[in-house]
Nanobody, 122 residues
Framework: QVQLVESGGGLERSGGSLRLSCAAS????????MGWFRQAPGKERDFVAA???????LYADSVKGRFTISRDNAKNTVYLQMNSLKPEDTAVYYC????????????????WGQGTQVTVSS
């Protein structure tokens, strides 16, 4: 069982930056691929970024070059640095864990965090 707790969301202006953190419980954190998904009102939960236990990364095209995912296995924490924010980045951001290679599909996620709201004003 893995519990995920996100923090760092909030309100930011277009062009600004935010950093999300996700703290995970458990002693096997490094074996999990970690990721971030987001869900805007009335829309599906979409893939944002993922990082494997060894540090390989994958990004959605919509955030490539603006967002950076990283992890600290010693702290059981994964981060999402979001720069050059746009109003269309507004959504609830969910931390995700998968005990295998990363996937863009929400249905492949084994554990979810509770979500943190990110709002970008124009």
């Amino acid at each position: 069982q893995v519990q995920l707790v996100e923090s760092g969301g909030g309100l930011e202006r277009s062009g600004g930056s935010l950093r999300l953190s996700c703290a995970a419980s458990g002693r096997t954190f490094s074996r999990y691929s970690m990721g971030w998904f987001r869900q805007a009102p009335g829309k599906e939960r979409d893939f944002v970024a993922a990082i494997s236990g060894s540090g390989s990364v994958l990004y959605a095209d919509s955030v490539k070059g603006r967002f950076t995912i990283s992890r600290d296995n010693a702290k059981n924490t994964v981060y999402l640095q979001m720069n050059s924010l746009k109003p269309e980045d507004t959504a609830v951001y969910y931390c995700a864990a998968r005990y295998s290679g990363f996937s863009r599909r929400a249905n492949d996620v084994d554990y979810w965090g509770q979500g943190t709201q990110v709002t970008v004003s124009s």
